[in-house]
């Protein structure tokens, strides 16, 4: 059993690798509560100035600004001489990936809980001006049946577009993001129809053996929908093409992805003006907070949620 304050996980028990990352299922020992954690080699970020900044912002905005039942929670964040650690929230279902493993398809009454759940977290991406970049099943968790979104990359962000690194898995990404290496709102909204269309039909709309395959699959050949499969409803089918137009200025916005009839009844109150998805300038607020952290950890180092951890002990 490895020791990280007042955590215990055993190397046994690790449930996700990525690629600088890898996620151990864990105990708080004085309340006996599972939790997650998420080691990031402290050697590896701070080589690499954006991933140093970029993994600042996520401690930041997880604990100050992201809180939602559909995005998994994060608790705490503690470094040591060699590592950092990501606290989170624990789920008991596996990600959607595994569970398209297991029966290949949703109904349409799955499949549209599976999207409220994603549009309800991403109401709390969208006001504070956070592009996902890599939203693809597997970043997408289930805990108790609901579905909550994980691995938002904060290594740049904002509301700007984010050119120059292809960031995320070609499969889900859009036209603009494999041709441009082009970040932006949209991207997120292309994302979503590629998962929801393989969730309802088993299979993604286009394929490709690799990234420059996979754009000129989805430049030449139109989107079409099985035959075989006549259950789904044709306003869903009608989302679906709104978030996959190719030309991105006919792809659906979020504004009218949450008014869109196959979904409005979900979000009345968004849709009745009681709650309005501003992008809000991100940079600034983060800006505010940092300076505010800068205050709290020289006035209250005891706080146990700031988001610089900070040296604790690891036995």
Not at 71 to 90: G, K, R
Not at 140 to 167: A, P, W
Not at 224 to 240: A, H
Request: proline share 3%; charged share 30%; glycine share 4%.
């Amino acid at each position: 059993m490895k020791n990280i304050d007042d955590y215990c996980f055993s190397f046994k028990d690790k449930i996700r690798q990525g690629s600088q990352t890898q996620v151990y299922i864990a105990t708080k020992q004085k309340t006996g509560e599972k939790v997650t954690i998420k080691w990031l080699n402290k050697t590896d970020i701070r080589q690499d100035d954006k991933l140093m900044e970029g993994f600042r912002i996520e401690i930041q905005t997880y604990f100050k600004i992201l809180k939602s039942p559909n995005i998994l929670a994060v608790f705490d964040a503690i470094e040591t001489m060699n590592s950092y650690y990501i606290i989170q929230e624990y789920w008991d279902g596996g990600d959607l990936e595994e569970l398209l493993k297991k029966q290949k398809l949703l109904s349409e009454k799955d499949a549209i809980k599976f999207l409220v759940d994603i549009l309800n977290g991403f109401t709390q991406l969208i006001k504070n001006g956070i592009i996902h970049k890599n939203l693809k099943p597997e970043n997408i968790l289930i805990d108790k049946q609901t579905y909550k979104i994980t691995n938002i990359d904060f290594v740049e962000r904002g509301n700007c577009i984010i050119q120059g690194t292809l960031v995320g898995t070609p499969l889900y990404m859009s036209p603009q993001t494999l041709d441009l290496f082009i970040h932006n709102a949209k991207s997120d909204v292309w994302s979503l129809g590629i998962i929801l269309y393989e969730v309802l039909f088993g299979k993604t709309p286009w394929t490709g053996k690799s990234p420059i395959e996979l754009l000129q699959s989805i430049k030449t050949q139109p989107l079409k929908f099985p035959t075989d499969n006549n259950q789904v409803s044709l306003e869903i089918q009608d989302l679906i093409i709104g978030c996959l137009q190719v030309d991105e200025s006919k792809r659906l916005s979020w504004e009218e992805i949450y008014k869109h009839p196959a979904v409005s009844q979900y979000f009345t109150d968004f849709n009745l003006g009681n709650i309005k998805l501003e992008e809000k300038d991100t940079q600034q607020i983060l800006q505010k907070e940092m300076d505010q952290l800068k205050i709290d950890s020289e006035t209250a180092k005891d706080k146990d949620h700031d988001a610089k951890a900070f040296s604790k002990t690891e036995n």
